[in-house]
């Protein structure tokens, strides 16, 4: 089996205070050794500057590091400059997205989906980016059908994307039929699952309502059962993503991105539970 890829996924801080508590965390996870770091991007919004100083300093810290690029309301001129700029900064990787439209911007500029970004990056950039795409195991909540969503993985992949990380889900066997399925079409590409640790219920299924992803009910009630007891929700949240990685891995998945939620403390446990320093 090739070599399993581990990475951790970071969000900009929005004050200088969040900036400290985001480096502190930075101090526990990097030397854990992920093979690199990406940071999220704000569509159309203040967030697109913070993407930039937070992966510039992870470059400074000797870290891959791979910036979320959406396109949505974006126009060519924009997304160029921004390669460009990433370029200049040592960047080699780039996970792009459509993106949401932010609430109340109306123009959807040059770009309508994340195919169209990545064919844009290999016009104007070759083999420079290592490009990864999303993908949604669960189906993306805008999508006609699941078919109809496979085929729309498919173009991504087929407009240069180098590997897919998936939005989170809690049920292993969506994974499994969402891989199954992209194979069948022909989809060769690594779908590396995206993970979610769980450590705060109420944001967790604000979360999974917005972006389609399911939390299983018996998930659900033993996280109600637990009320403001937060110590539990994080060792059962431990124990239940703990499972679903080992599943995971057992079952062949190409490595793990971690959504950090620019935390240390629950990635952290879920490595040393998986043992992945001994990889
Ligand atoms: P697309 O691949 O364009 O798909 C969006 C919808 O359009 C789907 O329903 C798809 O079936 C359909 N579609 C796709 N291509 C076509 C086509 N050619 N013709 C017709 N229909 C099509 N959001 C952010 O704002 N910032 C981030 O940093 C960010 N990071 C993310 C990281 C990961 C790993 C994941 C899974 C999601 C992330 N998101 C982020 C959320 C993402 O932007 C949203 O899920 C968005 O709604 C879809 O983006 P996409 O790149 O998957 O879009």
Same mark, same amino acid.
């Given at each position: 089996?090739? !070599?399993?890829?581990?990475?951790?996924?970071?969000?900009?801080?929005?004050?200088?205070?969040?900036?400290?508590?985001?480096?502190? #965390?930075?101090?526990?996870?990097?030397?854990?050794?992920?093979?690199? &770091?990406? %940071? !999220?991007?704000?569509a159309g919004g203040s967030t697109q500057q913070g993407t930039y100083e937070t992966i510039k300093e992870l470059v400074q810290r000797g870290v891959d590091a791979a910036p979320h690029l959406s396109c949505i309301g974006s126009t060519k001129s924009n997304i160029r400059e921004i390669l460009q700029r990433y370029r200049d900064a040592g960047v080699h990787r780039i996970v792009a997205l459509r993106g949401d439209m932010p609430s109340g911007m109306q123009e959807a500029g040059e770009f309508r989906h994340a195919n169209e970004l990545v064919?844009?990056?290999?016009?104007?950039?070759?083999?420079?980016?290592?490009?990864? /795409?999303? #993908?949604? $195991?669960? /189906?993306?909540?805008?999508?006609?059908?699941?078919? /109809?969503?496979?085929?729309?993985? =498919?173009?991504?992949?087929d407009a240069g994307a180098n590997a897919a990380i998936t939005q989170y889900f809690f049920n292993p066997d969506a994974?499994?039929?969402?891989? *199954? #399925?992209?194979? =069948?079409?022909?989809? !060769? /590409? $690594?779908?590396?699952?995206?993970?979610? $640790?769980? !450590?705060?219920?109420?944001?967790?299924?604000?979360?999974? *309502?917005? &972006?389609?992803?399911e939390i299983p009910r018996w998930i659900r009630?033993?996280?109600?059962?637990?009320? *403001?007891?937060?110590?539990?929700?994080?060792?059962?949240?431990?124990? %239940? %993503?703990?499972?679903? &990685?080992? =599943?995971?891995?057992?079952?062949?998945? $190409?490595?793990l991105h971690f959504y950090t939620m620019n935390q240390a403390e629950a990635t952290t446990a879920l490595w040393r539970n998986l043992k992945l320093d001994a990889r």
């Open positions: 089996m090739a !070599t399993q890829i581990f990475s951790f996924e970071f969000f900009p801080p929005k004050s200088e205070e969040t900036a400290e508590k985001l480096r502190q #965390a930075w101090n526990t996870l990097l030397p854990l050794g992920p093979k690199y &770091c990406s %940071v !999220t991007f704000g064919a844009f990056i290999r016009s104007e950039t070759g083999s420079h980016f290592h490009i990864e /795409v999303a #993908a949604y $195991p669960e /189906v993306h909540p805008q999508a006609a059908n699941a078919q /109809v969503d496979l085929k729309n993985f =498919k173009r991504k992949v994974y499994s039929a969402f891989v *199954d #399925a992209s194979t =069948k079409l022909g989809i !060769t /590409v $690594p779908i590396v699952p995206g993970i979610m $640790p769980i !450590t705060n219920y109420s944001q967790l299924a604000r979360f999974s *309502d917005a &972006c389609g992803a009630k033993r996280l109600e059962s637990f009320g *403001d007891d937060r110590a539990a929700i994080k060792a059962f949240g431990l124990e %239940v %993503v703990t499972h679903l &990685c080992e =599943k995971l891995l057992a079952g062949g998945a $190409p490595g």
